[in-house]
């Protein structure tokens, strides 16, 4: 089992920055990948960015050039930078760490909200 705890969300305005952070625990060796999905109101659920045990990172389109996602020195955390913030930002950010025998966990989400 992994436990994924997230923090940093919060309320910011348009143009300004957050830093997500996600630390895992529990069975670490288990997990292939990790990344930050989130969700805006009636929306689906979409990925926003991911890294992998490699480093090898992906980004929605809507991240590319404003987010970075990067893994703390223990590699046991995950990082989300976000700048340039716009109000299409706004949804719970969710923290995901893939298996490696498929499947994964989820974190229990943090609020983001981008004022305009």
């Known amino acids: 089992q992994v436990q994924l705890v997230e923090s940093g969300g919060g309320l910011v305005q348009a143009g300004g920055s957050l830093r997500l952070s996600c630390a895992a625990s529990?069975?670490?060796?288990?997990?292939?990948?990790m990344g930050w999905y989130r969700q805006a109101p009636g929306k689906q659920r979409e990925l926003v960015a991911s890294?992998?045990?490699?480093?090898?990172?992906n980004y929605a389109d809507s991240a590319k050039g404003r987010f970075t996602i990067s893994r703390g020195n223990t590699k046991n955390t995950v990082y989300l930078q976000m700048n340039s913030l716009k109000p299409e930002d706004t949804a719970v950010y969710y923290c995901?760490?893939?298996?490696?025998?498929?499947?994964?966990?989820w974190g229990q989400g943090t609020q983001v909200t981008v004022s305009s």
């Open positions: 995901n760490a893939d298996r490696v025998i498929g499947g994964s966990y």
């Open positions: 890294i992998t045990i490699r480093a090898t990172t």
């Open positions: 529990g069975s670490i060796v288990s997990i292939s990948a």
